[in-house]
Every structure is written in structure tokens, then in C-alpha cells.
């Protein structure tokens, strides 16, 4: 039986599946966050043929993967800090199963029915939990890339159709170098490349200076933006950050949403690491503004737990979708339309989209939203925790504080003609011997290193060892270099 249907015997053959790849897990499954094995040794370790002319026992091909376990990074391990690169809930991989299994396609209603419900209703519930009006409406997107593309792709669209100039069907007007997006100058870098595919470039990209906490600095903006009128230039859209990359900071979204209606801009609000704190009733505040966000990005496969990738993008008004809006008649015929059917494909760059809404249900129902924020605000407390026991620490240097989400910059501390070149050393050599996996960024032109919390049931005990590796492998590799500076 190679495929699941009605016969008693193929649910047999799949559970048997499902039981050898556990079994595995089980067996091949790391104790350490990684192995440590180098690029050449994956390679040597993987079949030799990825496609052999005659197949396999299933359950040989399955123990075929060992070596991809055992030489995959652990997520739910504590000692795994590097990126926001979470540990997924075991509601959602449960559905992760249902829904590979169902296979719906989300791009017509006749391939999906109960899923382009579900995701209606989760979307809209998304929107009024962000605030935002009736006639809002939102779509699964594969995470903060995708959704910030279509936030910046609409905006662009809704001011140039306000301008009467019909993009869709003549491409840019002849004056598109005058047109700016606005964002910060910590902006995850997918602003820069959605100027790129919207045919802008990157020169149409400004970037607002930050203030101390690394959040944008309203009264730069409002130089920028006096600056720009003098130019001729247009800012048609003002991005803002809810949790940066490296720093977890918000920018002050009611300054922005004021800044972005005088200037009549549409604002985006990147937030797909900080919209998660829409799920906590004592961090709520911190995203206060959100509601008058023209579109909203956020991820779940970040500080909500799913697997990647689950992200999804929130438009205040629905009708703004028509600006993509396109027909196919074997996917969505304008009969749909008149019937009421609806039509998710128009709301997406994708066209075969999984139903990844269904592992966010899952997670919803079995937890409940006072739970997930309970572990939201657990997490979040565990970073100010190690951000505490890092300042403590003579070797060590906290870069940043206070913590705003759950990534905590901290240096060790060195002479500073080797102090970055250390501090880089000090994340290789742990990941190369598989001990702890942690960031590296750089802030203030200096290397730093990050750790960033994603698992609400980690022990600041097990942060408090992690610290240790980092201590004794930065104190073991000045003194290797001691050493090696008296021999020569």
C-alpha cells in the first residue's frame, strides 16, 4: 500500500510509518543541541544515491534518515539559543500529521472547504484580537518575509490606484523614484528586498535612526519626513518594527500611526516576533497603536510555538485585497464570487498554500489563549532572568538592557583588539563541539553574542549553564592564545 484510502490496510501501512519514524526519533534523537559534525561530514554520512533506480523496505528508507537526526539541530533543548527558531507545541505537531494527511490545498474553496473556514475564522479573530474594524481580513503566509511583502506590495498599489495611475496593468509611472518606504534603520532586511521585487530598488528604502533602545526615534522620523517634502519625495509607506530581530524592540506604534496619517502613508507593522504579546494580558500594552495598522505581519513558528512555517498577514480592510485580485475560472470563477464562495487565493502571494491554520486551531483549543500567554510572559521573564545573571557575571558583558522580548546581547569581555574575533570564536568552537548553539550579531560595529529564549519551560538553572560554556570556553581560548604568544 503506497497511499492512504478507505482500505483497512493502508491505514495499517501508515500507521506502521508513523511508528517507524518515531521509533527513530526515538533512537537517533541527539542529547546535545547539536553534534557538531562539519558540512563534509553530513555529506559523507547521507546515501550515497538520493534516488536509487529500485526502492527500498519502508522501513530501511526510514532508517535511512539517521544520520539527518542525529545531525539535526535540537530546538527543545535549552542549550539551543541561536535564532528565533522555536520548539513546536505537541498540539501542533499532531496536526501537522492530520493536516499532511488531508493535503488541502488552500487556493480554492473546492480543494479546502472545512480549512478556508477554519482559516476565515481564525483570521478573523486574529484581527479583532489586534484591533482592528470590521471588514478586516487576513491569510496564512509562510512567515514575516511573505507578510511583509504583501503589506508593502498593497501599500504600494493603494497609493498609486489613489493616485489614478493603473499599476497593475502599466507597471510603475514614470515618477516611481520619488516614492519611499519608511522603516527603521534595524528593519529586518526583507524591507530592502521587497523594494527590490516591487521594482523601487533599495534606494527607495529611508531609514529612520533608533533611539537607545534601538526603537525609532519619533523626532528623527519627523526630520526625515521634512526632509523628504523638500526633496519632492513621497513616502507611501511607513513600516514599523514590533520586536526587531536582535533587540526585541517596538517601535512607539501611536507615534508612527500619527505620523503615517499626517503624512498620508499607509503603515505596516512588522510584528513577527512581537505580535505574540497580543496573547498576554499583562504585555498587551506594549503594542499599543497596533489597532491603527493599515496591514499586520506576525509569525507563529517564533514566540508562539509552530512549526515552521505558520505566519499570517492581517489587512485592516479586506477590500484592499482587490488591488491583487485576479480570476482563474478552473480555481475561482466570478460565479464564486456571485454565490458567496470564498475566494482565498486573492489574498495571497502563494497559490498552493497548506493548511497551516490548522495546527494553530489545534494549539488554540488544546491550550487556550490565557495559557499561551502565560507562557509568553513566563519566557519573557526568563530573558530578563539571564539578562540579570549575565550583568552579574564579571567575564561577561550585557550589551543591551533592559530586554524588551526574549534575546538577551551580552559580550565577553576581552582586550579590544581581540575582543570580536573572540567573541566569534567563542560561538564557533561551542557549535562545533555541539555543546551549545548561540548568536552572533553585531551591534555598534562590535561582534556580540545572543541568546535568544524561545522555551517557556527552561530553567534560568539551565541559561545559568549556558552561561558557563561561554564563560569557560572564552577563558580556555585566551588562555590556548597566552600560551601560544609566550611560546613564540
Known sequence: MDFLSNDPASHDAWARAIDAATALFRRARPRAPYSGASPATIAAQLPADPCPEQGMPLDQAVAGMDAIVRHSIIVGLPGTAAHLHCPPLIPALAAEVVLSVLNQSMDSFDQAPAATMVEEQLCAWLCARAGLPAGAGGTFTSGGTQSNAMGLWLARDAHLAARGWPVRARGLP?????????????????????????????????????????????????EVLAALRRDGRIPFV?????????????????????????????????????????????????????????????????LLWQP???????????????????????????????????????????????????????????????????MIDATCDLAGAVARAVAARPALELVHAPVHLTSVLFRYRADDRVADALNQAIRDTLLADGTAVIGTTRVSGRATLKLTLLHPEAS???????????????????????????RG
Open 174 to 222: 514614470p515618477d516611481a523614484g520619488r516614492l519611499v518606504m519608511l522603516c527603521s534603520e534595524v528593519a529586518h532586511f526583507t524591507v530592502d528586498k521587497s523594494a527590490m521585487q516591487l521594482g523601487l530598488g533599495t534606494d527607495s528604502v529611508v531609514k529612520v535612526p533608533v533611539d537607545d533602545g534601538f526603537a525609532m526615534h519619533p523626532a528623527a522620523l519627523r
Open 308 to 374: 515552521v512555517s505558520c505566519g499570517v498577514f492581517l489587512l485592516r480592510d479586506a477590500a484592499q485585497y482587490a488591488h491583487i485580485t485576479t480570476h482563474a475560472d478552473y480555481l475561482n470563477p466570478v460565479s464564486h464570487l456571485e454565490q458567496g464562495v470564498p475566494d482565498l487565493v486573492n489574498r495571497s502571494l502563494a497559490t498552493t498554500r497548506r493548511f497551516d491554520a490548522l495546527k494553530v486551531w489545534l494549539t488554540f483549543q488544546a491550550l487556550g489563549r490565557r495559557r499561551l500567554g502565560g
Open 460 to 486: 534560568v538553572s539551565d541559561l545559568h549553564a549556558v552561561l558557563d560554556l561561554v564563560v569557560a570556553r572564552g577563558d580556555a581560548l585566551v588562555a590556548a592564545a597566552h600560551g601560544a604568544s609566550s
Open 238 to 302: 511607513l513600516c514599523a518594527t514590533a520586536g526587531t530581530t536582535d533587540h526585541g524592540a517596538i517601535d512607539p506604534l501611536p507615534a508612527l500611526a500619527d505620523a503615517a496619517q499626517a503624512c498620508g502613508a499607509w503603515l505596516h507593522v512588522d510584528a513577527a516576533y512581537g505580535g505574540a504579546l497580543l496573547f498576554s494580558d499583562t504585555r498587551r500594552h506594549a503594542l499599543a497603536g497596533i489597532e491603527r495598522a493599515d496591514s499586520i505581519g506576525l509569525d507563529f513558528h517564533k
